[in-house]
């Protein structure tokens, strides 16, 4: 896959509704702060894009290290919220045996903006250290 292609192909999926249930069941296992009623990590339960790009970039992810995660709201995720998510490669850099790479994650509820995920990740290469 080219590297033009990966800025360009995102992975996209519509999510469950979120419910008062999932909210209380995420902060309870979290011991999670709120935002205006919803954890503030609770996106995290919308990662699964971030996975297929993992198969689609062929990458081992025992040669993976997530290195960063983070969340800019631009309005609050509500009970009732239908988000569809689209995922993208925003950096996908090969240096010295390791791969960086960042995805970026825009959810949208009725297709406003409500948040944008950053995920950022280290790939050591298969044949640039120990063997797993």
Do not use: N
């Not at 999670?32 to 198969?55: I, N």
Request: net charge negative.
């Amino acid at each position: 896959m080219s590297h033009k292609s990966l800025m360009e192909a995102p992975i996209v999926f519509r999510a469950d509704p979120v419910t008062h249930e999932h909210i209380q069941a995420f902060a309870g296992a979290t011991s999670s702060e709120h935002f205006q009623g919803t954890p503030l990590t609770f996106p995290t339960v919308y990662r699964a894009a971030e996975f297929k790009w993992m198969d689609r970039l062929k990458i081992d992810l025992r040669g993976l290290l997530h290195t960063d995660q983070e969340y800019e709201y631009l309005a609050p995720l509500r009970a009732g919220d239908v988000p569809t998510v689209s995922t993208r490669v925003t950096d996908f850099r090969e240096r010295r045996g390791i791969t960086l790479v960042v995805l970026e994650s825009e959810v949208r509820c009725e297709e406003k903006l409500v948040l944008i995920a950053r995920s950022s990740f280290v790939v050591r290469s298969s044949d640039g250290g120990t063997g797993a």
